[in-house]
């Protein structure tokens, strides 16, 4: 059977999260990448020990998990460390996507939405079919992100400068979505495009 493979990216606080919540009520599988991060790194996975050692013993909470927050506060703050546990991470998270992609079941759609933060920055567009691109103004994304992660927006600021901009990602994308705030009419948007999608992939089968 072939999957439908959609690529769903966006900057921090664009919305992927309610976009895919949005696929899957169609019927899709939704992955996540952010989710298969975590899992990668749990511990006893073979990342766990390298970010250790690469990162030393301070990022290790308590109960054994990984201080997420301390590796988010290194991404930002120093940017050789975060090359340095990007190259680490990357790979295996790819890697356990196309597997997850694989493996999954498929009983009501032949498809699957995938949230991938870095989609464009990575050059993972070749491993989607298409990509669907969430966008918002920067005032909305520097607040969601200043209450997601209880940091100032000068900080929130500074998240938002590691990645692409969205004129840029604009280029690139197959579809853009505007959330604007409002579930149901973001959720008619998505059924709008999905609809489109499977026009545009049917087609190129034939």
Do not use: W
């Not at 899709?28 to 766990?48: F, H, N």
């Not at 996507?97 to 920055?121: N, S």
């Amino acid at each position: 059977m072939d999957i439908l493979r959609i690529g769903v990216t966006g900057s921090a606080g664009s919305g992927k999260s309610m976009v895919c919540q949005a696929f899957k009520a169609l019927g899709l599988v939704t992955l996540d990448c952010d989710k298969i991060a975590r899992q990668v790194v749990e511990p006893g996975q073979k990342a766990y020990e390298k970010v250790v050692t690469c990162f030393g013993r301070d990022v290790i909470k308590e109960d054994k998990t990984l201080d997420r927050a301390m590796l988010r506060n290194l991404m930002v703050n120093r940017p050789d460390l975060r090359k340095q546990l990007e190259a680490l991470l990357h790979p295996l998270i790819i890697e356990q996507m196309v597997l997850q992609i694989k493996t999954a079941v498929y009983d009501r759609e032949p498809a699957c939405a995938v949230e991938v933060p870095l989609l464009f920055e990575l050059g993972m567009e070749d491993k989607f079919d298409v990509t669907v691109l969430v966008v918002a103004t920067q005032a909305v994304l520097l607040e969601r992100i200043s209450m997601r992660d209880k940091v100032s927006i000068e900080s929130a600021g500074k998240m938002l400068d590691l990645q692409m901009s969205q004129s840029e990602k604009i280029k690139s994308a197959g579809y853009v979505i505007e959330n604007i705030g409002k579930s149901g009419e973001l959720f008619s948007s998505v059924g709008k495009i999905y609809a489109k999608i499977k026009k545009e992939f049917l087609t190129r089968k034939l």
